[in-house]
T-cell receptor, first 112, second 111 residues
Framework: KAGVTQTPRYLIKTRGQQVTLSCSPI?????VSWYQQTPGQGLQFLFE???????NKGNFPGRFSGRQFSNSRSEMNVSTLELGDSALYLC???????????FGQGTRLTVV | QQPVQSPQAVILREGEDAVINCSSS?????VHWYRQKHGEAPVFLMI?????EQKGHEKISASFNEKKQQSSLYLTASQLSYSGTYFC????????????FGKGTRLHILP
């Protein structure tokens, strides 16, 4: 079966712009989590959606937001981009909360 | 409440054993272990629930000590394919709690 698909794979944006990243989970999975990965910081939790509702949220500013659609696909949006937002953004899907998660290949965002 | 992983990095020769620790300052509900190879997505290894258990996955196993609020990942007779960064993720409240990952432990296996 198809894995987790994240689009686009690479993005270059300018400071102040906004960006939308997309994640298509494995068919049948209803939980989608988003993580920011930077060198030396590991996987920083952004938020988790389950059945179109945000169930958990990390300690990121309000510029970071997300949503989940009825087909479980999820998007995250970052507004007013800062240089420090440059990172690999990973999406993980699981059948339910707290279960084995499958990660996508990520979207590498570079802010210049 | 990011869990603390130790060591930060370790270099082994093929066939040697390694232990990676994951410690928390709060009581844990579950511990999740993942491995990420360079340039790839993290891959699930195992989940351990509170109650103190041990799980195995080929030559990779893990334990969960609820009292000590820590988990350890054991890699025995390491193979070249074990190289990568190992992350532990922790949930504190219940199954539905967010998974917070540590900074990772880089493991490099030499032939």
């Amino acid at each position: 079966k198809a894995g987790v698909t994240q689009t686009p794979r690479y993005l270059i944006k300018t400071r102040g712009q906004q960006v939308t990243l997309s994640c298509s989970p494995i068919s049948g999975h209803r939980s989608v989590s988003w993580y920011q990965q930077t060198p030396g910081q590991g996987l920083q939790f952004l938020f988790e959606y389950f059945s179109e509702t945000q169930r958990n949220k990390g300690n990121f500013p309000g510029r970071f937001s997300g949503r989940q659609f009825s087909n479980s696909r999820s998007e995250m949006n970052v507004s007013t981009l800062e240089l420090g937002d440059s990172a690999l953004y990973l999406c993980a899907s699981s059948y339910t909360q707290g279960a084995e998660a499958f990660f996508g290949q990520g979207t590498r965002l570079t802010v210049v | 409440q990011q869990p603390v992983q130790s060591p930060q990095a370790v270099i082994l020769r093929e066939g040697e054993d390694a232990v990676i620790n994951c410690s928390s300052s709060k009581a844990l509900y579950s511990v999740h272990w993942y491995r990420q190879k360079h340039g790839e997505a993290p891959v699930f290894l195992m989940i351990l629930l509170k109650g103190g258990e041990q799980k195995g996955h080929e030559k990779i196993s893990a334990s969960f000590n609820e009292k000590k609020q820590q988990s350890s990942l054991y890699l025995t007779a390491s193979q070249l394919s074990y190289s990568g960064t190992y992350f532990c993720g922790t949930a504190y409240m219940n199954r539905d709690d967010k998974i917070i990952f540590g900074k990772g432990t880089r493991l490099h296996i030499l032939p």
